[in-house]
């Protein structure tokens, strides 16, 4: 069972930057990948990227590209999501996500295990 943790949300202004953290405990880190996905009021959750357990291989949403990188740290169990270029329509919460032996894939039912998630607000 893996348990996992966001952190790093907050209300920011268009244009700012924050960095999101994931810790993981409870499994072995670097077998898994790990997504992030998002849901606004009223919508649905929508994959945001992801990153492969071996590192090999990231994927993007096409909202996102060329703003957001996600990046992990196996030493400190921790995967992260770096946010650039913030804009009103990023304002969701953000959830991140396991899965076990994994590639990059934006599919949420490829994913097993779930944070709580963290709020990001940004601001006109």
């Known amino acids: 069972q893996v348990q996992l943790v966001e952190s790093g949300g907050g209300v920011v202004q268009a244009g700012g930057s924050l960095r999101l953290s994931c810790a993981a405990s409870?499994?072995?880190?670097?077998?898994?990948?790990l997504g992030w996905f998002r849901q606004a009021p009223g919508k649905e959750r929508e994959f945001v990227a992801a990153?492969?357990?071996?590192?090999?291989?990231?994927n993007y949403a096409d909202s996102v590209k060329g703003r957001f990188t996600i990046s992990r740290d196996n030493a400190k169990n921790t995967v992260y999501l770096q946010m650039n270029s913030l804009k009103p329509e990023d304002t969701a919460v953000y959830y991140c996500?396991?899965?076990?032996?994994?590639?990059?894939?934006?599919?949420?039912?490829?994913?097993?295990?779930w944070g709580q998630g963290t709020q990001v607000t940004v601001s006109s």
């Open positions: 996500a396991a899965a076990p032996w994994g590639g990059s894939s934006p599919r949420r039912d490829e994913y097993r295990y």
């Open positions: 990153i492969s357990w071996s590192d090999t291989s990231r």
């Open positions: 409870g499994g072995t880190f670097s077998n898994y990948a």
